[in-house]
């Protein structure tokens, strides 16, 4: 076959070949479909979409949570029960940033007691509602008209989403991190903005810990370079050589380390390595984290 056959025939079949629902901008007007709950529950206009300018008008008051987390376009849509007009199902679809911020966003809603579910990378279900995230979606449904409804619903309407979005149902690999004696499963939230409340700690990943009995939280903050972590570190601990008490530092070649009682979080243990800050909050002995942070240390370098 000559060379422009060959050219042809390449162009028929990248042009034939089939295109991912999510791959396109349409995605998100198709990833809630007229068939996506039970068959008692029809859709009752096609989807609409929220950007960053007019979230507010579907969720006021809580648009402002989304954004540090990438948020680029909201799809919606509301089903409606054939035998109870009043009973409405709103079904919402979020495209984050990306899936670290998919996780975080969801983060915020979950309890470590809550019902958890197989859909997507990881989901809930209460009498009300259903959450989950799959790669860079959040996924939230809920009942309004009643207080609760059978979980099988909300588990048909979640599965019909997720088979509608892109089939990575995997973790954020940030998370492995943690993966450290004693970390309270399904207890780590990603904060995508202000670590602890405090603006330099542009964003980390938190969790709740048992260490020697105590109940407390570590977290790792990863900054661009190690000049960054440093330079949070070094307002860190102006902060709390000005609002803090008992403040001991320990300097070595390769680290910073700092032991202090925070007036939020009481006995605080923070570590500078690399361009990683690794520490420890709520501890009644701040001696009692350095084991664990050498450990979450050691995680970060053979990551």
Same mark, same amino acid.
């Given at each position: ?13 990248? *042009? ?143 599965r019909a989403v997720s088979q509608n979005l892109p089939l990575n149902a995997g973790p954020p690999r940030e998370l492995e991190i943690l993966r450290i004696p004693g970390i309270v ?14 603006? *330099? ?54 680290r910073i380390s700092i032991a202090a009682v925070d007036p939020l979080y009481g006995g605080v243990f923070v570590e500078q390595s690399g361009r990683y800050i690794v520490g420890a ?16 240390r050691g995680r970060l370098v053979s990551k």
């Amino acid at each position: 076959m000559c060379r422009s056959g060959m050219i042809y025939l390449m162009i028929i079949c990248v *042009f034939c070949a089939p295109v991912p629902l999510f791959a396109a901008d349409r995605s998100m007007g198709n990833v809630l479909l007229a068939g996506g709950c039970s068959e008692d529950w029809v859709i009752k206009d096609k989807a609409t979409l929220f950007n960053k300018d007019n979230l507010f008008d579907h969720i006021n008051g809580e648009a402002e949570l989304y954004f540090p987390y990438g948020f680029e376009v909201l799809a919606t849509a509301t089903y409606v029960n054939r035998r109870n007009p009043e009973l409405w199902i709103i079904a919402d679809v979020y495209k984050m940033g990306s899936l670290i911020d998919a996780f975080g966003i969801y983060s915020n809603y979950r309890k470590t007691n809550a019902s958890w579910v197989t859909i997507g990378a990881e989901g809930f279900v209460s009498s009300s509602q259903l959450m989950f995230y799959q790669d860079r979606y959040f996924v939230r449904i809920q009942v309004t008209g009643t207080t609760s409804l059978k979980q099988d619903i909300f588990f048909a309407c979640g599965r019909a989403v997720s088979q509608n979005l892109p089939l990575n149902a995997g973790p954020p690999r940030e998370l492995e991190i943690l993966r450290i004696p004693g970390i309270v499963p399904k207890s780590e939230r990603y904060i995508a903005k202000s670590l602890l409340g405090y603006a *330099f700690f542009h964003r980390g990943i938190i969790a709740d810990a048992i260490i020697e009995d105590e109940q407390v939280q570590v977290f790792v903050v990863p900054e661009d370079s190690q000049d960054a972590a440093r330079k949070a570190v070094d307002q860190y601990r102006s902060y709390l050589k000005t609002e803090g008490q008992g403040m001991k530092v320990t300097e070595l070649s390769d680290r910073i380390s700092i032991a202090a009682v925070d007036p939020l979080y009481g006995g605080v243990f923070v570590e500078q390595s690399g361009r990683y800050i690794v520490g420890a909050i709520r501890l009644k002995n701040p001696s009692v984290a350095k084991q664990s942070i050498e450990t979450l240390r050691g995680r970060l370098v053979s990551k």
